[in-house]
């Protein structure tokens, strides 16, 4: 008996140590960005997990593609969002979709998610009974992309849950906050932005996010990009120290100042989206 219990006493601190272990490491990676969405890197970029119980990604399959790579702090705010939904929108279930690649840089056929700081999400849906349900997203409809609604926010048995989508974006700027970042920007097709800014946290949104008001090339119906707003290294960093030094050897420390160019990273977000989003 007392050496069962010993044993059992052995068992439960090794578990302990593991679970530690697991712990520190997933907390240890710490990414750095370079440059801008629509011209960056990523360094030590980590992965979006697959589902948690109130999401899920849009394609396992993309998933383990590398196509849903981001930065760590954006990883951070996005799963601190998710978990407060489960609390403030109890029920509802979200679907995100494409990132970016681990190390950054063009991702196709985005012309943004170029430095872990783009996520696209697809929108929350109520089927037919008015039940939250994921948007079906397949190879058949191109992952969900190419799925068009209509400007009622109508496809097929869908309609899109715009309070939903609301408090996502709500938790998406507390959580961000909380961590001393931001989001940058939220395209979303011009039309819903009315129906948006009416729900619960439409006034909140309209004063703590910023929206690209005029239509991007590609149509933002089925899904929303937001980009978040993470201090990054200039990319001239990047490429100064990928031709002078391998990347075993390159500092993750950022050389620059401190001081975010938000108003500069800003502009390059807009103009780029015209051509992309
Ligand atoms: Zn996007």
Redesign the pocket.
């Known amino acids: 008996m007392r050496y069962l219990d010993v044993n059992l006493r052995v068992a439960s601190a090794v578990a302990a140590a593991i679970v530690v272990l697991i712990s520190t490491s997933a907390h240890a990676v710490e990414s750095t960005c370079f440059g801008a969405p629509s011209n960056g890197r990523l360094q030590n970029g980590v992965k979006l997990p697959l589902n948690g119980p109130n999401f899920s990604s849009y394609s396992p399959l993309a998933s383990e593609l590398g196509r849903t790579y981001v930065h760590s702090k954006v990883l951070e705010v996005i799963v601190a969002a998710y978990t407060a939904l489960e609390q403030s929108a109890p029920g509802r279930v979200f679907v995100y979709g494409?990132t970016g690649w681990a190390s950054g840089g063009r991702i196709r056929p985005?012309r943004?998610?170029q430095n872990g700081l783009?996520v696209?999400f697809f929108v929350p849906v109520r089927d037919r009974t008015g039940r939250s349900v994921p948007l079906p997203t397949s190879a058949a409809n191109r992952f969900g992309y190419d799925i068009e609604f209509d400007k009622d926010g109508r496809f097929e048995d869908y309609t899109i849950d715009f309070e939903s989508l609301a408090e996502h974006l709500y938790q998406l700027q507390l959580a961000a906050k909380a961590r001393g970042v931001g989001i940058a920007l939220v395209?979303l097709d011009p039309p819903y932005l009315p129906k948006l800014f009416a729900t619960a946290r439409g006034s909140f949104l309209v004063q703590n996010v910023k929206f690209l008001k005029r239509a991007a090339w590609v149509r933002h119906d089925e899904?929303y990009?937001v980009n978040f707003a993470v201090n990054c290294v200039p990319i001239e960093d990047y490429h100064a120290r990928t031709s002078t030094t391998t990347p075993a050897t390159v500092s993750a420390t950022p050389r620059s100042t401190r001081t975010p160019n938000f108003s500069s990273r800003r502009k390059s977000a807009e103009s780029a989206s015209v051509n992309?989003?």
């Open positions: 494409e985005h943004q998610h783009s696209d395209i899904h990009h992309s989003g």
